[in-house]
């Protein structure tokens, strides 16, 4: 019989990549994480047996535990975060359920030099299209708690030298263009994300950051926007803010809405009846 306080991997995947995702923490014991080092998107690992330290961070949220096959790892430690105060539920069937359901996951060796909490990162000044969807898709997918440094393009690769943090979308770093692929391509390759919807979303951001419309028609679309919120944003991190909403809906239009379109009008008015 299935517990009341458990959500399957479908009606998770839902979740997955909004702003309504809800806190995912792997409890997998080392030998189990180590046959399969793969985490769910923007999930963290945790002790199953340091839950007084893992409480206070999850406290005031919705939190989805995983271990190995949803058993009793998940099923105690949600019970005793249940009885502090804590939203919990356990994911159905574990890591085993999502991953045989072929849904995204991270490749937890492309973490493994970023630091296990909280990465942040730099890149340059003014951002418009890739500045903005790298971080849209790391928020969403790699690290939720992330944050970020815009600096001049001449000074990314000292403050990230200075300040230890990780330089993107810049000439000769790990997280950049290669060949015709923009950032988000790559970071989409380093970590492993595999989806119709990311790469529906990556060819539209690659046409409008590398200048290549005949790529996808949402490209101008897209260019017009992020040059919009370049010009009503002098703070950058103002205009990150607002661009999340913008990757956001573009996430749902090409998780559910590929095919849809809109017509004016709707439909013919009823002739009038002349009397």
Not at 127 to 133: C, F, N
Request: net charge negative; with cysteine.
């Amino acid at each position: 019989m299935p517990s009341p306080n458990e959500i399957t991997p479908q009606q998770l995947a839902r979740l997955v990549g909004t702003p309504d995702a809800p806190v995912l923490v792997d409890l997998r014991i080392d030998e189990d994480f180590d046959a399969d080092p793969h985490l769910l998107p923007a999930a963290f690992r945790h002790a199953f047996t340091d839950l007084d330290n893992l409480a206070p961070r999850l406290m005031g949220k919705r939190a989805i535990l995983y271990c190995q096959k949803g058993r009793k790892i998940s099923q105690g430690a949600m019970t005793l975060l249940r009885a502090k105060g804590i939203d919990a539920e356990a994911l159905e069937g574990g890591q085993f359920a999502w991953r045989d359901a072929t849904l995204p996951m991270v490749d937890a060796s492309a973490l493994a030099d970023l630091g296990t909490t909280r990465t942040r990162w730099v890149t340059r000044h003014r951002p418009k299209i890739d500045r903005i969807a790298c971080p849209w898709l790391i928020r969403r997918f790699v690290d939720s708690q992330a944050e970020f440094l815009f600096v001049p393009p001449q000074d990314v690769e000292l403050v990230a030298e200075k300040f230890g943090v990780i330089p993107f979308d810049i000439e000769g770093v790990r997280f950049s263009h290669r060949d015709d692929l923009c950032s988000f391509d790559t970071m989409l390759a380093e970590f492993g994300l595999k989806s119709d919807p990311l790469e529906t979303l990556a060819t539209v951001i690659r046409a409008a950051d590398t200048n290549r419309h005949d790529l996808a028609p949402e490209a101008a679309g897209l260019l017009a926007f992020s040059v919009g919120l370049s010009r009503m944003y002098r703070d950058d991190h103002a205009q990150l803010d607002a661009g999340m909403a913008l990757y956001d809906a573009l996430y749902r239009w090409a998780r559910d809405a590929r095919d849809e379109g809109h017509d004016w009008p709707s439909a013919s008015p009823s002739p009038s009846v002349k009397k």
